[in-house]
Structure formats: C-alpha cells, structure tokens
C-alpha cells in the first residue's frame, strides 16, 4: 500500500489534533502498531538552554520518539535469498549485504536486487507456518508475507482487529522453499573434481580454480586421478554437477543451462540429475564434435533448487533481476500455529521493503520523557507514536542562511536517534549533512542506529569542508540481554560493525559504554570483552557510563527490572536513592574498574583525566570542534544514553 494512503486522522485515539504544525496523521503496515505524525516544524535548531552544561549550545532533532522497537519479525535461521542466488540466515546477514527483493514494473511484480540497510532482533510470540510444499517458517503475529491477494499478516491482533490476515487456502506468491546445501565432506569434494575433469572446457575461472585447490591441498585431501564410485551416493551426485557446472555451466536470462558436453559425458550427467530427480531437456546441436547441451525444465524454482542443492562455485550475480514473480499452487498455506512461547526473532530494512525468505516474498519494517510534551507517555507512546518534522531540511537550510547564523557546533542524536529505522523511510539526514557542511557548521551525530552507514559516503566528503564527530552507543555484548533490554536495535555486533565502518572511512568514532547496568553488565569480564570487542574496531576513544534513571525512563526501566531481575532491586534502590544519577560511591567503584581496562586497550584520553573519575567526559572523535577533554558528560540532557 501507499504511504500517502494510511492516514489515520479519523481515528481519535492516535492522533494529536492539538499538535503544531500537523499535515497528517499516517499508520502502514509498513511500520504496524506506529503511528508517524508528520509536523511542518517552525524551527528545526533547537538552542539548549543557557545553564546546561553540555559543550554546545545548538541541537537538532528530527524526531520525536524512535520506532527502534521492533514489529515484524523472522526466525534468525530462515534463509535469505541473496543477490548470489546463494541463501544465508537470516540472523547473520549485515548492513550492506546485497539480497533480493521485489518491485512492480509496469504491471507485473518482478525480482530485483537490493541491499541491507538496517538489521535488528527482538523477542516476541511466535507462530509457525506452514506450506503445502512442506516449507515451515517461523514468525511473529505481525509479520506479513505477499499472497496472490495481497499482503497478509500471520495472525491477527486485538489492537489492529481489521488487519488482513493469513487463512488456509491462501496461495503465498515466491519461489518455493529452498534446498538444503550439500555437506561438502569427502564424496562430494571427488564428485566436483571427477565433474572437473569430465567437463566439455578447461576451468578458467578464479573460484573454481581455488576450490579445486582447497580440495587437492586442504585438510582433507584428496588424491588424483577420482575415480568413479561403482554405486555413487547422492553428495557424489551433487559435487559432480556443481563440477561440470562451474566449467561448462549457464544461468542467464531466467534459464539454466547444466552443460555443454560431448556424448561421452552426457549419461553421467543424466544419471546425476535424474538421482536428485531434476527434469531437464536434451539438446543436440549439431556440432560434428558430438557437442550437446542439457537444460533444466521446472522454471525459476527448479533453477535455485539445483543451485542450493548442488552448491556450485560459480553462481549469477543478479541474474534474477527482471523475472516475474508468482505464485503457486504448492505455496497454499496449510496451517498458522502459536507455538505458545516467544523466540529471539530477527527482521531488516531493505531498499525494496521486502526481501524472499526461504523461498516466499516477505514484507520488512522500516527519548522517553521528551514525549510527554505531546499528552504522550513514555513507554509504548514513545516507541509507537513518533513525530516527524518533514520538512526539517527546508527550514534549517533557510536557518543557517541567517546572517545571524555564527555556526556554531551542532549536535544530534541528543534527545532522540536520527538514525532510527524511520530514517529509512523518511531520508531526513543527508539533507540535514549537506545543509550544515555548505554553510560552514561543524556538527556531531550520536547513534546506535546502523543507518548511519547509508550516509558514510556523504559524511566523508563533507568532513573535508567541516569538523564532524561520529558517537555510537554500545551497551553490552550480551545478545540474550539486549534483546530484553533493547529489542528493536541493532545487534551488538552490528553496532560494533558500524564502528568498524567509519574508521574504515577515514572518520573519528568515539564509543560511548552506555549505560553500564549494575549487577548486570558491570563485571570485570564483561566490561573486558566489551571493550575488547570496541578496541579491535579501531574506535578512537571510548566513555563508560552507569544507567542513567531520568523521570520517565525510570518508570520503564524499574517496571522490568520487578519483571525480569527482582533481586536485584534493593540493590538499585540503594544505588539510585538520590535521584536519576548513580550514587557517587558506584560511580567511583566503576572509575576504578574501568581504568584499567581503557589502558590496557589504548582507549583512555590521550590527556590526563579529570581528577573525579565520577565525571567522565566525551569520547575522543565524538565531538567535531570541541576538544573532548573539556567536555563532561550530562546524561541528564542525553536521552540516547
């Protein structure tokens, strides 16, 4: 559906009729359970107040609220089509990756490549699905897949009681379920090379040269000449047409071509196909060297089965890119079942909106006490009803030409995530970047979104022309306790990554370690691991800093703490006695325990450190134009930490 379509203004109870500057309210499937409030903002530069002791004095945010928290979600092993026409699960996939999707062209929907732009895990109730032609996915009620009759969720929800939902009969529109890749073990490494060496041509290419040598030189070895197993097994089968495939094999244009061979070769080959039960066609094409050709019947399924199945070195590079997408009759849906438990689940954000797990189109998705300004709570309101000031670019780009305007450093990502997964739909930042590098403004951004990465490109160019600082939060590296914690967000690892990311563009990144939990994360060997993990990513500076309890977060945050971790919570009335802060005692303790640890992993300010080890001050490579050591942290203007 269209976004310009899902206004939902006549529905009272998710909408801010008293809200300044509202176009439109708009809820999508695209993001269900949010409600994005689009506002024509007056002024897009916020000016911090003139007491606040944070080193600079302008601000900029986009939003109001962060749809981090999760709404769709996949089992972490599900299998992903990539742009290779190989798969990979889904849990470990990257930013970046490049996968595919769909459009519609003209009036067909058809395959095209796309890329990673986000990727995030939460934990939700899960459900199983299951396919006429055996294919089971496991996802959550809210997910949604494309049927012959549109987008359907899996299951329906008691907030969103007129959604369209899964029913039995539905026909799923995709490939079909994807084949299991062959074991790579001894029989199938002499059935490629026995393929090799009974292929039409000489192998030319790099990687079917170097899986060769893996196989002749690895662990493992094998011996030459291969001969041929008297009854070969089904891994032999297989390596021998990835063989004979690499070397003489075709998918191009939607059809895949096993070989050209001369007649010699054409019942082994024969044999091996109709083993894995492949149709295929014979073709003679009246060369008087014998020269024929055998090419698959079944279409686009059969063509990724056979490469799933027998795992070929060589594979299309988005060679499915045009071809129509359909449905079938083996797609029907079976059964929709709770499983009645709730599982790590996984989703992404692609440039189509979609991507085609295991083999079916699947649709992606796309600070707390700030929000009570809107009549919003800070819990669920703040996770599900975000404001967007849309037209942030225009009216900062007319802000900064002000003769007025002295540019002054600007930070963002100080009140809530600019790179949240709404960015992905909204593109406010890279208008933002250029605005304030043309006019001259040195500014830093603090995230824990990986959307960041899209505008690296963008960020490396105007650091030539202005000063920029890059901060990412990174919590934790305990996956099991993110997911509680902070479902929605990228992954440790992918943050870790982003890190990696910007060094490698030749941009400052400073870590901020936030927030340290008590009794939770404050170990000395999670604290090592974590700032292990952050010094092998060449970050150029890393900041340690306890939970911060602020009105609002603190109600949240002490509703899962009675949920998940009860004893720990005379403990944390003891630490937060006093307020939002820790208690000098524990903010100390941690000084103590982290110092060394920065030390020994070359983190610590290249200046000596403030005398109190309770008043941590900015990463270095986190702020642009303000020398970091003369800038202390006030997590109590930092809603993002």
């Known amino acids: ?262 007649r010699a070769n054409v019942s082994g080959i024969c044999d091996a196909l109709l083993r894995l039960d492949f149709r295929f066609a014979l073709e003679d094409l009246g060369h008087r060297s014998g020269v024929q050709r055998i090419r698959l019947s079944g279409g686009l399924a059969e063509h990724l089965r056979f490469l799933h199945t027998v795992d070929p070195a060589r594979t299309g590079q988005g060679e499915l890119s045009g071809v129509a997408v359909r449905g079938a009759e083996r797609l029907g849906v079976e059964t929709v079942e709770p499983l009645g438990l709730e599982l790590p689940l996984f989703d992404i954000t692609t440039g189509t909106g979609d991507f085609i797990a295991n083999g079916v189109v699947s649709h992606n998705c796309f600070a707390r006490n700030s929000h009570t300004y809107l009549d919003l709570d800070s819990g669920e309101d703040f996770d599900n009803q975000v404001v967007v000031k849309v037209n942030a670019v225009e009216v900062l780009t007319a802000q900064l030409r002000s003769p007025r305007w002295t540019r002054e450093h600007v930070a963002m990502g100080t009140n809530t995530d600019p790179y949240q997964r709404a960015e992905g739909r909204y593109r406010l930042m890279p208008g933002i970047i250029r605005a304030l590098a043309d006019s001259g403004t040195p500014f830093n951004i603090l995230t824990k979104g990986t959307v960041l990465s899209r505008d690296l490109p963008l960020l490396r160019e105007v650091s030539a022309d202005v000063p920029v600082g890059l901060g990412v939060s990174i919590a934790l590296i305990d996956r099991e306790l993110q997911r509680s914690l902070e479902p929605g967000t990228a992954s440790p690892q992918a943050r870790l990554e982003l890190v990696r990311k910007i060094v490698d563009a030749g941009l400052p990144c400073g870590v901020f370690v936030a927030p340290v939990l008590p009794g939770l994360t404050d170990s000395i060997d999670q604290l090592d691991a974590l700032l292990a993990a952050i010094a092998d990513t060449g970050a150029t500076g890393v900041t340690v800093l306890p939970l911060h309890l602020r009105p609002g977060a603190r109600e949240w945050f002490a509703a899962w703490l009675v949920r998940e971790h009860p004893e720990l919570v005379p403990s944390y009335r003891q630490i937060y006695a006093r307020g939002a802060n820790a208690d000098v005692r524990y903010r100390r303790w941690l000084g103590r325990r982290v110092g060394p640890l920065l030390r020994r992993y070359d983190l610590a300010p290249k200046e000596a450190r403030p005398a109190r080890a309770e008043d941590p001050t900015w990463p270095e490579g986190s702020l642009a134009s303000i020398p970091e050591q003369a800038a202390p942290v006030r997590q109590e203007q930092l809603e993002l930490l």
């Open 1 to 262: 559906m269209r976004w310009e379509s899902q206004r939902v203004d006549q529905q009272r109870q998710q909408t801010l009729p008293g809200l300044p500057g509202l176009v439109r309210s708009v809820e999508t499937p695209e993001f269900a359970g949010m409600v994005f409030h689009e506002v024509h903002a007056r002024s897009v530069l916020n000016k911090v107040p003139g007491q606040s002791p944070m080193p600079f004095r302008w601000t900029i945010n986009p939003y109001r609220g962060c749809g981090h928290a999760c709404r769709y979600c996949l089992a972490g092993d599900t299998p992903i089509l990539l742009a290779d026409g190989r798969t990979r699960p889904l849990a470990d996939l990257s930013v970046g990756d490049e996968i595919y999707g769909t459009e519609r062209q003209g009036s067909r929907r058809r395959y095209v490549t796309t890329r990673v732009l986000a990727h995030w895990s939460t934990v939700k109730p899960a459900y199983r699905l299951t396919l006429r032609d055996g294919t089971r996915l496991i996802a959550s009620g809210d997910h949604r897949f494309l049927t012959d009759r549109g987008w359907r969720h899996v299951a329906a929800s008691a907030e969103r009681r007129r959604r369209a939902v899964l029913a039995t009969g539905d026909k799923l529109v995709g490939t079909g379920g994807f084949a299991s890749a062959p074991k790579g073990r001894v029989e199938y490494r002499c059935g490629y090379l026995a393929g090799i060496a009974a292929a039409f041509a000489e192998p030319t290419d790099q990687r079917v040269l170097g899986r060769a040598r893996e196989y002749l030189t690895g662990p493992e070895s094998i011996s030459l000449p291969v001969e041929r197993p008297l009854v070969p097994s089904e891994e032999w089968h297989k390596g021998y047409l990835a063989g004979v495939f690499d070397v003489d094999g075709e998918f191009a244009r939607g059809h895949l071509q096993v070989a050209r061979t001369n």
